[in-house]
């Protein structure tokens, strides 16, 4: 028997790699790229470690060339989401009873694996299903990745670790049981690593899971389970069912045996599973666990003292990388009077040097959004700023469909701050701006809080140390993840723990402690040493 007690350090984060011309990562992501394109990947359900192919297949098309076809998916029914359910139940006993170490190397194997021998697979599947540039991929599918999976195994030694104190003649402990069922993950199609996280995180405190990927996600999300299998993870304990997300969703809510739910998504999905769950409380052994990261309409806030280049800088990036399409893009700003004609000017210049086009064009900073839908809901907002007398497109405002999903990096002037794409979120390259007068800073702050029912990120600019403080103290609740001096993306792993609250989620930290806890279920143990043989207490006497 292994009595080892293992702590494990915390891990650096994974290095992300340049892709400079001439480099050995250019070489292999191009190769990688290639391969992945001259074939058509089928896609089956994996349910108890068996492929299913229904034969109800869909289509998965490349998001900047929606004529070619990446990969054909078979489509769950009813039976195969049972099937799933009761895979991961019988998985469920022998994966909660194996040691944490062990679960541990199985979460650090697959982070060998991403890092060295399908870097460059998982990265390519990324980029041309998903829209991502080569720098976006790397930091999203690999680097990101990994970073959950070391971090949590470390994450996780500390929770097992964390006991409480004995008197004499005691003995307390807590163990953490996994939860008592099964773990419904829900998955956005923008993060390869999110997908990855929301399985594997309960994963590795002992949980069994069902996944549901998104349909534009697939083909990452298969190499995924792929992966898991090489790196020794048991079958039934993550069952893969691609499909319609109400079918799976109304079997899965409404069986006993749910434990718990992880989604990253929109509010509006989210709150119709809350709904669902509150619904059938009566029917479920326990209580379910529900976290969720959801919407967001994130800021940049300009003080009159902010460096016009930085805050420009951080529209660009912040708003146009992936296409607008993170939790955290920027979405809104608000640039005092005295800065906008600078900021203006400099935008307005990087735009003009900024070009789009394919994944596998590198000069390329801007890709397609991901798919038809998405790219009508951006034409409707880029639509309604031309013809509305509060907003003036200042720059792009046009969009292209006929070979992929473009829409131009877009900068709308809302003449009112509650306009409508100041409050509503888009998921696009879409970024609007309020000019404020510089003598209104703490009325706008209080505006800006106010605006929106989301609260995931957000960025403060200021030099003056005294206008940053007041900001971060009238914001404080506006935004999960607060960036001075910088864009509001780009959260790492072990330094910014990621989640919002209000209408962005639960706020449970991805990539810290905090989510890992949620998967858990303590029990407090005590055994004592001399119990006692008489329910009499000292003070039970009639003697004075």
């Known amino acids: 028997m292994n009595n080892t007690i293992f702590s494990f350090p915390k891990p650096e984060n994974e290095p992300v790699k340049g892709y400079n011309p001439g480099s050995p990562e250019r070489k292999e992501i191009r190769k990688a790229l290639d391969e992945l394109y001259a074939v058509v990947t089928d896609i089956p359900a994996i349910i108890g470690g068996r492929e299913v192919r229904t034969g109800n297949t869909g289509r998965v098309v490349m998001p900047t060339e929606n004529s070619h076809l990446l990969a054909t998916y078979h489509k769950v029914g009813e039976q195969e989401v049972r099937d799933a359910i009761d895979a991961a139940m019988k998985a469920h006993e022998q994966w909660a009873n194996t040691p944490w170490?062990?679960?541990?190397?199985?979460?650090?194997?697959?982070?060998?694996?991403?890092?060295?021998?399908?870097?460059?697979?998982?990265?390519?599947?990324?980029?041309?299903?998903?829209?991502?540039?080569?720098?976006?991929?790397?930091?999203?599918?690999?680097?990101?990745?990994?970073?959950?999976?070391?971090?949590?195994?470390?994450?996780?030694?500390?929770?097992?670790?964390?006991?409480?104190?004995?008197?004499?003649?005691?003995?307390?402990?807590?163990?953490?049981?996994?939860?008592?069922?099964?773990?419904?993950?829900?998955?956005?199609?923008?993060?390869?690593?999110?997908?990855?996280?929301?399985?594997?995180?309960?994963?590795?405190?002992?949980?069994?899971?069902?996944?549901?990927?998104?349909?534009?996600?697939?083909?990452?999300?298969?190499?995924?389970?792929?992966?898991?299998?090489?790196?020794?993870?048991?079958?039934?304990?993550?069952?893969?069912?691609?499909?319609?997300?109400?079918?799976?969703?109304?079997?899965?809510?409404?069986?006993?045996?749910?434990?718990?739910?992880?989604?990253?998504?929109?509010?509006?999905?989210?709150?119709?599973?809350?709904?669902?769950?509150?619904?059938?409380?009566?029917?479920?052994?326990?209580?379910?666990?529900?976290?969720?990261?959801?919407?967001?309409?994130?800021?940049?806030?300009?003080?009159a003292s902010a460096c016009p280049e930085q805050v420009a800088t951080a529209i660009v990036r912040g708003a146009f990388e992936f296409q607008g399409q993170k939790c955290s893009a920027a979405s809104r700003a608000y640039i005092p009077t005295s800065l906008w004609p600078k900021v203006k000017e400099i935008v307005g210049r990087m735009l003009a040097e900024i070009k789009m086009g394919d994944v596998r064009d590198f000069s390329a900073f801007v890709n397609a959004v991901i798919d038809e839908a998405s790219f009508d809901n951006c034409m409707r907002y880029l639509e309604h700023a031309k013809q509305s007398p509060d907003a003036e497109i200042v720059f792009g405002g046009?969009?292209?469909?006929?070979?992929?999903?473009?829409?131009?990096?877009?900068?709308?002037?809302?003449?009112?701050?509650?306009?409508?794409?100041?409050?509503?979120?888009?998921?696009?390259?879409i970024i609007t701006i309020y000019v404020y007068d510089d003598n209104r800073y703490e009325e706008t702050l209080h505006l800006c809080d106010q605006t929106s029912p989301y609260a995931l990120t957000g960025a403060i600019f200021a030099t003056c140390r005294q206008a940053l403080r007041q900001a971060a103290d009238i914001l404080k609740y506006a935004a999960g993840n607060i960036y001075y001096n910088d864009k509001p993306t780009g959260a790492v792993v072990g330094q910014q723990p990621f989640g919002g609250a209000r209408a962005s989620g639960t706020n449970d930290k991805a990539g810290s402690y905090l989510n890992l806890i949620r998967w858990t279920s303590p029990q407090a143990i005590k055994e004592t040493f001399n119990p006692a043989s008489d329910y009499k207490y000292p003070f039970i006497s009639s003697a004075e």
Not at 245 to 271: E, M, Y
Not at 404 to 420: C, H, Q, R, S
């Open 398 to 429: 046009n969009g292209d469909k006929s070979q992929g999903w473009f829409i131009e990096p877009t900068v709308i002037l809302a003449k009112k701050p509650d306009y409508k794409s100041m409050c509503e979120e888009i998921f696009g390259p």
């Open 101 to 303: 170490i062990d679960r541990a190397s199985v979460m650090l194997k697959i982070a060998t694996l991403i890092e060295g021998k399908y870097r460059y697979l998982i990265n390519a599947a990324t980029m041309l299903g998903q829209g991502k540039t080569t720098m976006q991929a790397e930091i999203d599918s690999a680097c990101e990745l990994i970073d959950f999976l070391r971090y949590n195994v470390h994450y996780a030694s500390q929770i097992y670790s964390d006991q409480p104190c004995s008197d004499k003649g005691t003995l307390n402990y807590v163990t953490y049981r996994p939860l008592e069922g099964f773990v419904f993950a829900i998955t956005p199609f923008n993060f390869t690593s999110i997908a990855s996280n929301l399985c594997l995180s309960p994963v590795l405190m002992g949980n069994v899971c069902i996944w549901k990927p998104s349909t534009t996600a697939l083909l990452s999300n298969y190499i995924l389970m792929k992966i898991y299998k090489e790196a020794g993870l048991p079958d039934g304990v993550v069952n893969f069912l691609p499909g319609s997300g109400a079918l799976i969703g109304n079997i899965a809510f409404a069986d006993r045996n749910l434990a718990g739910v992880h989604f990253t998504g929109s509010t509006g999905t989210f709150n119709s599973f809350w709904k669902a769950i509150g619904d059938n409380i009566a029917n479920y052994r326990t209580y379910p666990k529900i976290v969720g990261e959801t919407g967001g309409k994130d800021f940049i806030f300009a003080h």
